[in-house]
């Protein structure tokens, strides 16, 4: 298996921390009985669970770029470094910026986005050259 294939494959386990953490943090909030429910009167929302929810949010909005470049490069560039190394960016930063929002970490948090979005950015110029 090739390096972005590794790298893709691994990705779900962290789309798993997000999905994970946001589940449990759900069910630690509301019980579950609650979590069990069709959910048409949402009760009230706490900081965590909020924080939780924003999270998967922000990474389903940087995973699907993160896939399709992924995808891209191995059928047309496999084993381009600048690929390679806008994907472990991506890959780390997303790994650090979950915990970083939960625990609501001024300035860091952004930092560590701007740090994923560059990987995605190295990802793109390493396809598109």
């Keep these: 298996m090739t390096t972005e294939l590794t ?4 990705s779900l ?8 953490a946001q589940s449990l943090i759900y069910r630690w909030h509301y019980g579950l009985m609650y ?4 959910r048409d009167a949402p009760g009230p929302q706490g900081e965590l669970l909020g924080r939780a929810e924003r999270a998967l949010k922000n990474f389903n909005e940087t995973y699907v770029p993160f896939v399709v470049l992924l995808l891209i490069a191995h059928l047309a560039r496999p084993g381009d470094p600048l690929v390679l190394w806008g ?14 929002y939960l ?22 110029i390493g396809v598109l050259f």
């Design 7 to 10: 790298l893709l494959l691994w």
């Design 13 to 20: 386990a962290v789309y798993g921390l997000y999905l994970g």
């Design 35 to 38: 979590a069990q429910t069709a």
């Design 87 to 100: 994907a472990l960016v991506w890959f780390a930063a997303r790994i650090a910026y979950l915990p970083l």
């Design 103 to 124: 625990f609501g970490i001024f300035m860091v948090r952004s930092l560590v986005w701007f740090i994923s979005a560059i990987g995605l950015f190295l990802m793109f």
